[in-house]
């Protein structure tokens, strides 16, 4: 075939081209060239078309994980608060619970993006403080949710004036107890799995679990063991207190996913003998509520607890002096409270 341009001509052709663009650029008519730079589908280019920026704010939603449905509804409370403020909510969760690194790594993340405040269910008491009080220092007011930072810590660190908001995780781990310890009569073993021990949520459980069981005469202690909030590591723990003790014939479980990992342990080994409670009204511990086995759990309103927060960070966003905790009820969960 032969060619219709030589090498010569197909140069002398874009020569005449690029004098036209240049002459259009120089009487400013910009519309006819980007016309021609849109149609050209043979020009290699790349097109950056720079939105305005939105107005409105930034509001960070830092929470431990999505594999535990409580924290699925915390964000659906703070997805309710977004749409009422009408901000930009960013919600960033580590792996597990436990990933605290990983929630080190998200806020030193969210201070170089730029977010105008940031709303925390640490998954630590003392090691987010550091990252955070660097997050403060940059002008980013900090609001702290479900678990407590360690306040003598946060002082020392300089991350003051924190507002909190949660519930009284004592009161509810001993309502939890006491639901428990009523189905008993006489000397009776029990156990406690806590949660994280470096969570003050955890630690505050576990003590009011123990106030519960202290003021119950045949009620005794026999163990109690961390299952860091995860359904396996409970169900692997139980399996060991049950063999040390076998007279075991109570559990209190500082979260409800510790709970079914200790209920699947009871089911597998047919002991219908062991009663639990637990805390966090999952629905899937409310379904099994009343067969028998688990007797109470605490609903702590994760959906309430996630609007305040954002409702808390928007009034300091706005210039309000916002200090102290705000405790949300809690509420003791049976399968006679579900029926009413």
Known sequence: MQRLFSTGHLLGLLMVVLMVVVASCASGDRSEIDQLL????????????????????????????????????????????????DIELTVKTGAKETSIEQQIVIVRQLVEDGVDA????????????????????????????????????????????????????????????????????????????????????????KAGAMRAFAEHVGIEVVVSETANWKIDEAYNVIGSMLIEYPDIKGVFCANDMMALGVLQYLQEQGRTDVLVAAFDALDEAKAVLGDGVLVATIDQQAALQGYKGIEVAMRLLHGEQIRGEEFVDVLLVTAETLTQ
């Open 118 to 205: 940031i709303v925390i269910a640490p998954a630590s008491s003392t090691e987010l403080v550091p990252v955070l009080a660097e997050a403060q220092a940059a002008g980013l007011p900090i609001v702290n949710i479900d678990n407590r930072l360690d306040p003598e810590l946060s002082a020392k660190m300089g991350l003051v004036d924190v507002p909190f908001i949660s519930v009284n995780n004592e009161q509810g781990a001993y309502l939890s107890a006491q639901a428990l310890v009523s189905h008993f009569d006489g000397p009776t073993q029990v156990a406690i799995l806590e949660g994280i021990r470096s969570a003050d949520n955890g630690n505050q459980r």
């Open 38 to 85: 849109v149609e050209d589908e043979s020009i290699d280019a790349v097109v950056t078309i720079s939105e305005p920026e939105s107005s409105k704010l930034r509001v960070a939603l830092v929470m431990k994980t999505l594999t535990n449905p409580f924290f699925v509804e915390m964000e659906k409370g703070a997805r309710l608060a977004q749409s009422e403020f």
